[in-house]
């Protein structure tokens, strides 16, 4: 357990976008026997019902791009008054350099905002709070944009019952300031490294040489693409896909992530009582569920609504909890959690109850984006022989 | 908690529209599945603080099985 508190830190805002695109597992009859009894049943133990998708043009950094706007907008912030950006990312558009120089650029910051990715999954928004509150409690930074993108729906096939009804994409933008009033926050974060392989992309770079495939490789690569490993539950999966241990990665939520919390609650002297309200990673409502119980509370506390609406948009679930909070909610004690690839259990109590929550919008193209995969090759030919 | 009632739980657990019979073989129901496994992993954890693991879970072959590895939790 790493515990900290922080006290000069306050979260002014948070904004969430999500693609326009939604997926209805009523429409996907198809995939459960075109029985609606059986999804169901899928919808009342685990919350399968919607959930947004990118299409193939959508990137991370647009949606982080877009909330980022939204939350600039919406807040009136004076750009030149950001002195630090940190985008949160595990899919990025290119690996180097780090993305977050291209979003610099775009939102106009000055040369005085440092600015940096920050390499995170599930727990990506906690883990950010946490880097960016350490950075303005220590005088260092006064103003922190932080972003969070995230798309885990590209590159799994909709036929993938294991993966595909889980996955929403999303991007969000929280502003933290330094304030002068003491306004406490608490953070416990837990590390399991043991469980690297648990929720892993294993072919989605350098190990599997991803940058220096040769002619000859692809051959190779277009046989891999098709196999499939069965596993021991007697699904399948690509090869080549993202692997996900579902039992284990389970078992570590039920044991390990309400322990997390439980140790937090006793470092902040409160209790399950005093929190207003459990803010959990939208892993899916069995999983929420499982955790809010386990971690001793009141389940009325413990919303899993946005898994519902918008699926488990990884990194950027706990800030669309948020946004979709009823106004009248108490937000001085939030505890919010967030869990997963890893493995990392992150937990914090924060004040949130002068934070502004706008609502959830829709993402917006932004000018910069090429219009499709062809369009961004032609630009780099142009742009390598100097003509753009 | 009486036998009677964990049938009765068991059939929410498993989201089964039928009764579950003591005799009932596990891998005859539909519903068994890994979504079920899990549920009755929290269940076990919720309401007798067992830990359950899938390799327990795999060995059962009967409902009776399942009420027997919540030991003397479930009375006969």
């Known amino acids: ?388 | 908690m009486k036998k009677e009632e964990f049938l009765v739980e068991l059939e929410d657990v498993l989201q089964r529209e039928e009764p579950c019979n003591e005799t009932d073989i596990l891998e005859e129901y539909d519903e068994w599945d890994s979504l079920s496994k899990m549920a009755i992993m929290a269940f076990y954890s919720k309401n007798f603080g067992i830990n359950v693991t899938l390799n327990d879970l795999k060995e059962l072959k009967t409902v009776e099985d399942l009420i027997k590895l919540a030991g003397d939790k479930i009375d006969a």
């Open chain 1, 1 to 388: 357990m790493s515990l900290n508190k922080f006290n000069k830190v306050k979260i002014s805002g948070i904004s969430v976008v999500v693609p326009e695109n939604e997926i209805n597992i009523y429409d996907e009859a198809e995939y459960y026997d075109n029985s609606i009894k059986k999804i169901d049943r899928m919808r009342k133990m685990v919350g399968f019902w919607k959930r947004r998708v990118a299409n193939k043009e959508q990137t991370a950094l647009d949606f982080a791009y877009n909330a980022a706007i939204n939350l600039i907008e919406e807040m009136k912030i004076d750009v030149n008054t950001i002195d630090a950006l940190l985008y949160v990312v595990q899919k990025p558009d290119w690996l180097g350099p780090v993305n977050s120089y291209f979003l610099h650029h775009k939102l106009g910051l000055s040369k005085e905002c440092i600015a940096t990715d920050i390499v995170q999954g599930c727990a990506g928004w906690v883990f950010g709070l946490y880097i960016a509150s350490q950075m303005i409690e220590s005088g260092a930074h006064k103003k922190i944009l932080l972003l969070n993108g995230d798309t885990p729906s590209i590159g799994i096939d909709p036929s993938d019952r294991n993966q595909a009804p889980i996955f929403g994409d999303a991007g969000s933008a929280t502003l933290l300031e330094y304030t002068d009033q003491t306004q406490p926050s608490h953070f416990n974060i837990d590390t399991i490294g043991e469980g690297y392989d648990a929720i892993i992309s294993p072919f989605s770079a350098n190990r599997f040489g991803l940058n220096f495939l040769k002619d000859e490789d692809f051959e190779k690569l277009s046989i891999l693409r098709k196999e499939k490993a069965t596993l021991p539950t007697g699904n399948t999966q690509p090869l080549l896909g993202s692997y996900i241990d579902g039992l284990k990665v389970f078992d570590f939520t039920i044991k390990q992530v309400p322990k997390t919390i439980k140790t937090l609650l006793e470092y902040a002297n409160t209790s399950q009582s005093d929190i207003n309200l459990l803010a959990l990673h939208q892993a899916n409502k069995q999983i929420v569920q499982g955790v809010g119980t386990e971690a001793g509370f009141d389940l009325a506390k413990v919303p899993y609504e946005a898994f519902e609406m918008y699926g488990n948009n990884t990194m950027c679930s706990i800030p669309t909890v948020l946004s979709m909070l009823d106004k009248d909610i108490k937000k001085e004690n939030v505890c919010c959690c967030g869990f997963g690839n890893g493995l990392i259990s992150a937990a914090a109590i924060l004040n949130l109850s002068d934070t502004y929550l706008g609502e959830i919008k829709t993402f917006k193209k932004p000018e910069y984006v090429w219009a499709n995969t062809d369009e961004y090759i032609d630009y780099w030919r142009k742009k390598m022989q100097g003509q753009v």
